[in-house]
């Protein structure tokens, strides 16, 4: 597609469910980040995917959060047993290359912990 | 991985005045900088971005950026801000991750 598309825009759920979090990168690009922006926050890394390489994980904040990458394109992040402090914009970023010719972001999906 | 400081949370000013925001990364080497701009209740934009030659960037909608590389900063600047200016801005540094300073919120007074 023309841009990177992350669905759902919003996702209410209960404390304790789990949810996923998708995102369709741009057709082609190996690079894909999901960050996490919390209100008053900067962005927060949270994992890194580049081509077949190992995904850097390190900016998960719990074992409760682990994300995948299907085929080198789409990307699923996992929240197991939400909780409130969850709550936050999750956003997902692609990149044509290692070194990024500028990001493109994803509107990002809103999630509320309740 | 990189360390990105944003020097300002918090910049108010009236349009027409000069915006110069400062962003400083933690080590050297060969880095790749941006800047990124959200508008209220938009997604992340590029600005622009420095990968090599020209240390003074030229962006989007009158937007400047220079590459000092022994001081490790990437500051922002345009000439003369308006009201559709108000946004929040992010520098970012990418080594081999993609690194993101805390944001400084921009508003600009009509």
């Known amino acids: 597609g023309a841009g990177v598309s992350q669905s759902p825009s919003n996702k209410v759920t209960e404390k304790g469910k789990d949810v996923e979090l998708r995102c369709d990168p741009i057709?082609?690009?190996?690079?894909l980040y999901w960050y996490r922006q919390s209100l008053g926050q900067g962005l927060e890394f949270l994992i890194y995917?580049?081509?077949?390489?190992?995904?850097?994980k390190s900016g998960l904040p719990s074992d409760r959060f682990s994300a995948e990458r299907t085929g080198g394109s789409v990307s699923t992040l996992t929240i197991q047993r939400t909780q409130q402090e969850d709550s936050a914009v999750y956003l997902c970023?692609?990149?044509?290359?290692?070194?990024?010719?500028?990001?493109?972001f994803g509107s990002g999906t809103r999630l509320t912990v309740v | 991985a990189q360390s990105v400081s944003q020097h300002n949370h918090h910049v108010i000013l009236s349009e027409a005045a000069s915006l110069e925001l400062g962003c400083n990364y933690s080590?050297?080497?060969?880095?790749?900088l941006f800047w990124y701009v959200q508008y209220p209740g938009q997604h992340l934009q590029l600005l622009l971005k420095y990968f090599s030659g020209d240390p003074l960037v030229k962006g989007i909608k009158g937007f400047e950026a220079e590459f000092i590389k022994s001081k490790f900063s990437f500051n922002l600047r345009k000439p003369s801000v308006q009201w559709s200016d108000t946004a929040e801005y992010f520098c970012a540094v990418n080594d081999y991750k993609l690194s993101f300073g805390a944001g400084t919120t921009v508003t600009v007074r009509a």
């Open positions: 080590y050297g080497g060969t880095v790749n």
């Open positions: 995917f580049q081509g077949n390489s190992a995904p850097d």
């Open positions: 057709s082609g690009h190996t690079a």
């Open positions: 970023a692609s990149s044509p290359r290692e070194r990024g010719d500028g990001y493109t």
